[in-house]
């Protein structure tokens, strides 16, 4: 049962990545080129965390981290939209600033 939950939790918190990642895009802490460059040390951080998380198991080490690296992606995606909304928006109040 305890396994149970951990699981649920940790997959619970993983699952809050691009949410998260949207937020830090607009409030512009976050930008897609950051999470682009850093890429291959999230994957190695992705494993480390699943192997800390999981049990001594390979198969369940990469349960967790195949949705987390897919999420990751994810995240960097919707970090460029963010973005590139955020820049529209801004471009439209600059215009709307200048009449």
């Known amino acids: 049962m305890a396994f149970i939950r951990m699981m649920l939790l940790a997959f619970g918190i993983i699952f809050q990545l691009p949410v998260a990642s949207f937020f830090l895009t607009k409030m512009r802490i976050l930008k897609p080129r950051f999470l682009r460059k850093s890429r291959r040390v999230a994957i190695v951080l992705i494993f480390i965390a699943a192997a800390v998380l999981t049990p001594p198991d390979v198969f369940t080490q ?9 999420l990751f992606e994810i995240s960097i995606w919707v970090s460029v939209f963010a973005s590139k909304n955020r820049r529209k928006i801004e471009e439209e109040t600059e215009k709307e600033q200048n009449l």
């Open 62 to 70: 990469l349960l967790m981290a195949g949705p987390l690296i897919l």
